[in-house]
């Protein structure tokens, strides 16, 4: 499916003003719309004049919907062109010089949204050529992505606490797996039947839809065919469970597994990786703490697995 870009903005905008965030007033969910709540990010952004030491920086927050990744001949992984993305030089007006100058505008995220876009860079106008091109390099990105090198001395205070849970429990599995190798124990289909799992809430109590670890899996993938932004063929890939993704053609449905989605990053006319969505990574909770665990009220429950 063709799908114009212009329609895209269109659509966002209307999701915008009619989908309003889940807040405990009227007053915030009229103030952060539900696409800013659980789609948007914040970046805390630093302007500093090139050709002026006199100037004084300028710090502000810059919010956003996606998260860039800018492709050049150096690119190769996801996480590069995205850091590379937070860093450009702009010309603007200085009051200090009263003309135009070079400014060095630095960003770091300061609000990392539950479910993170992350766009590549692919197309370009050529000037002598008069087309919008295609960049087919290929370029990798990660089932699971750790967004902490991209945010701000601020924010990687604030999930700290959430990552060293994590990091608990990644090493109470290997005592598990240990203990299991040690003292072999005999299957009891009774005992092996799974109980309801519990997840600690992704998101900061006072922040509903953000992402309170960095941590995030991959749960959706847009490609592009084609060598030319006004022509070509779109397709979906979405994740329905672990190492089971549809592949949503137009009207052909088919089933997938990660290493297919894997090889959409790029390098030939093959499908190629346009924009990627992932979702927050879910704690399970030791049983231990599933009675204590604070959920606030205004919190919707995780996301279950989509079904067919």
Known sequence: ?????????????????????????????????????????????????????????????????????????????????????????????????????????????????????????RFFYKERENINAKILKDIKFPLSYDAFELCSD??????????????????RNIEKELSAKDIPMKKDKNKEEKKDVKYASSSFDDDIGSNNSGYYELQAVLTHQGRSSSSGHYVAWVKQRPDHWIKCDDDRISYVKDEDILKLSGGGDWHVAYTLLYGPRKLELPESEEDTEKTPAAVPTEPQEMQL
């Open 1 to 121: 499916a063709v799908v114009s870009t212009q329609s895209g903005h269109y659509g966002r905008g209307m999701m915008n003003e009619y989908l309003p965030g889940e807040g405990s007033t009227s007053t915030e969910s009229v103030r952060k719309s539900f696409i800013e709540q659980y789609f948007g990010g914040e970046n805390k952004t630093v302007l500093k004049c090139g050709e002026s030491s006199d100037e004084p920086e300028t710090v502000s927050i810059e919010k956003w919907t996606q998260l860039r990744c800018h492709i050049n001949t150096d690119v190769r992984y996801m996480q590069l062109g995205l850091t590379m993305g937070l860093k450009e030089n702009i010309e603007k007006h200085s009051q200090t010089l009263d003309r135009n100058a070079v400014y060095e505008k630095t960003s770091l995220v300061n609000r990392l949204p539950g479910y993170l876009t992350i766009n590549f860079i």
């Open 154 to 171: 601020e924010l990687k205070n604030k999930l700290k606490p959430m990552r060293d849970r994590f990091e608990e429990l990644r090493q």
